[in-house]
């Protein structure tokens, strides 16, 4: 696993998932001004959302994941991911 792997993984409150992308902007060298244009997305938004605002709009916070290249996978504790899907498994990236 490398060290890029190591941010990614189950994510249990908005404030991790907040923190992972502002980790995934950040290893990309991207600004929140930049996220903002490409995804037409408030600066003001983006901040809060990276600091794990829990009253951020969900289709707001799923179109700034997607503007980060990032993808939202729903499945029950403990089934591993899919590898046709990550081309790993999730005990992989634990």
């Known amino acids: 696993m490398t ?4 941010i990614y993984g189950a ?5 991790e998932l907040g923190r992972l992308a ?6 990309r060298r991207l ?6 244009g490409l995804g037409n997305l ?7 959302f990276e ?3 829990e009253t951020a709009e ?4 799923l179109k700034a994941l997607r503007t980060l290249g990032l993808e939202v996978i729903i499945q029950p504790r403990g ?3 899919p590898a046709h899907r990550t081309g790993r498994t999730r005990e992989e990236t634990s």
């Open 51 to 53: 600091r794990g605002k």
């Open 31 to 36: 600004t929140l001004e930049t996220v903002s």
């Open 22 to 27: 502002r980790a995934h902007r950040k290893q």
């Open 42 to 48: 408030s600066t003001r938004f983006l901040s809060e």
């Open 79 to 81: 089934r591993a991911t």
């Open 58 to 61: 969900t289709g707001k916070v």
């Open 3 to 6: 060290e890029e792997d190591s």
């Open 11 to 15: 994510v249990q409150s908005v404030e």
